[in-house]
């Protein structure tokens, strides 16, 4: 009997190896929070482990399986490079090895497949759980998904030299707290390859959280921010920047709906800054949905209403400043217009399906491009200020006759009257009754395609919305500003005018009293 127990005591002991090893070797090396068990590796890229140390020069072994490579700590920083692998094959450990054994990190069951992050604010956090079709959906989820949840609790910071979220395999457990939107993606990804190649899901979805949360210190001087800027960046994102992926899906602009200026601007700076740490990836960018107002009549405090019109078709521009961006339009997809909560709309299915057969059609070779909306390629103005031409990137269509959606602002921000409007091929040209210094299509809240929109592509999905500068408005004249000072002042300062005209009254009719009663003397 006390050999059974001391043979039990040494196989816990030597189980147990790695992490009481965590304790020891955090303060001398530590491997990026994304590298846990089960993780999956992206194919066909060159694979980067990498990780932190405040030993400067500090030498480390790095075994990607049976290949080994030296890697030198510089700037605080470790990485280990390894050729590119094929997808599948036999799982196999990782493992770095500083100058002791007790100075070890031992990582298992890694495989190598495709990886995809699923990135945004409540839309993405939106999870599985609440999906109508859960349990029939957490019944049949394919065997060869592994997931990594991020949420809005991991912004406090991930804790020093630990893993605190862990690559698990996709189950009822496991996906009960991830992405709906990345779930249903990553079935129907699995389903439409045959199963052939392991995914693996990054989920990082933060409720709440305008673009200046998920930006580097760096690019978010002099940016407006509903919360703290680079709290996201801070917290996830820069553990896992230096990960080569199959591809990013964007959900996000709901927070940046009065913060829309500098869109476009810092988020193609954002991607092109990840991309030099992680190698190229495309970006597939989810359309924000239409907003709708509680209907007359009813009680509206359960509804939530925002006026994110423009941020969305600021959003719809992006494959102008962002190389290999593809929009994915869901203007479509709501046939129902009375949901509870119409700013995070349950109709997650229908928005994974467009960005899977987009990320199909472009990526995996199955299916054609007309499953994916036709993107704006260039807007700019025709022979005069008056005309504007829109080229996008695949041939167009209009259902119902008539081309409905756009719209022009002048240089002095009034409304301009359409003269004009042709759709062929791949162009729309506009011509207005003034210069224009804004084009818009579809930037108002309840926009829908098939109503207020009818531009699409040949297969039937609908043209992102957009909100385009031309050109600067028109500056107010000397007068105008002097005008608009004055009467920005009465309105900020109408208590104090007041009470100073009201003691300037009480003063003159102290005076006139005063005056008056030495007359009678």
Not at 379 to 402: K, Q
Not at 490 to 515: D, N, S
Request: proline content about 5%; aromatic content about 10%; charged content about 20%.
């Amino acid at each position: 009997m006390r050999r059974i127990c001391l043979l039990v005591a040494a196989c816990l002991l030597f189980a147990g190896f790695p992490v009481l090893a965590g304790a020891d070797y955090a303060d001398t090396f530590d491997i990026a929070p994304v590298f846990t068990d089960n993780m999956v590796l992206q194919a066909g890229k060159e694979i980067v482990l990498y990780g932190t140390s405040p030993d400067e020069g500090k030498q480390l072994a790095v075994f990607l399986g049976e290949e080994k490579r030296e890697a030198a700590v510089a700037d605080g920083r470790w990485e280990a490079r390894f050729p590119a692998r094929e997808a599948g094959g036999e799982p196999f450990p990782v493992q770095v090895q500083g100058s002791s054994a007790a100075e070890h990190i031992f990582i298992e069951n890694v495989t190598v497949g495709d990886v995809w992050i699923v990135m945004g604010q409540s839309n993405v956090e939106f999870n599985a759980t609440a999906l109508t079709e859960w349990d029939e959906l957490s019944a049949r989820l394919p065997g060869n998904i592994r997931v990594l949840t991020y949420t809005s609790l991991d912004l406090a910071g991930l804790p020093t030299g630990a893993r605190a979220r862990q690559w698990r395999q996709l189950n009822h457990l496991s996906a009960a707290q991830a992405s709906a939107l990345g779930v249903l993606f990553a079935e129907g990804l699995a389903v439409s390859t045959g199963f052939s190649t392991p995914i693996g899901l990054i989920s990082a979805g933060f409720r709440g959280q305008d673009l200046a949360a998920f930006l580097p210190a760096h690019l978010t001087k002099k940016m407006d921010a509903v919360e703290e800027k680079g709290r996201i960046y801070e917290s996830v994102i820069q553990h896992l920047e230096a990960l080569p992926i199959a591809g990013l899906i964007w959900y996000q602009g709901e927070a940046n709906g009065v913060l829309y200026k500098q869109y476009t601007e810092k988020f193609s700076a954002f991607i092109a800054g990840w991309r030099e740490k992680a190698g190229h990836f495309p970006v597939y960018a989810v359309e924000l949905s239409p907003c709708f107002a509680a209907p007359a009549g009813t009680d509206g405090a359960s509804r939530q209403y925002m006026d994110f019109g423009t941020v969305r078709g600021v959003i719809g521009t992006l494959p102008l400043f962002v190389p290999d961006l593809t929009l994915c339009t869901t203007s479509d997809l709501f046939a129902d217009k009375l949901y509870a909560n119409s700013l995070h709309p349950p109709n997650k299915r229908a928005v994974a399906s467009r960005v899977l057969g987009a990320v199909l059609a472009r990526q995996y070779g199955i299916g054609t491009e007309e499953a994916v909306a036709p993107q704006i390629a260039s807007i700019s103005f025709g022979e005069t200020p008056c005309e504007v031409v829109l080229t996008y990137s695949a041939p167009l269509a209009v259902t119902g006759g008539e081309c409905l959606g756009f719209s022009g602002i002048d240089r002095e921000w009034n409304p301009a009257e359409i003269l004009a409007l042709t759709v062929e091929d791949r162009q729309v040209r506009v011509t207005f009754d003034r210069d224009i210094c804004i084009v818009r299509y579809g930037c108002h809240p309840e926009d829908v395609f098939g109503e207020t929109l009818t531009l699409m592509g040949s297969g039937g999905i609908p043209a992102p919305n957009l909100w385009y500068k031309l050109a600067e408005p028109d500056k107010p004249s000397l007068l105008s500003f002097a005008l608009l000072y004055f009467v920005t002042f009465i309105v900020r300062a109408w208590p104090f005018i007041l009470l100073a005209l009201a003691g300037a009254g009480l003063w003159l009719w102290r005076k006139k009293y005063r005056k008056q009663k030495k007359k009678e003397k």
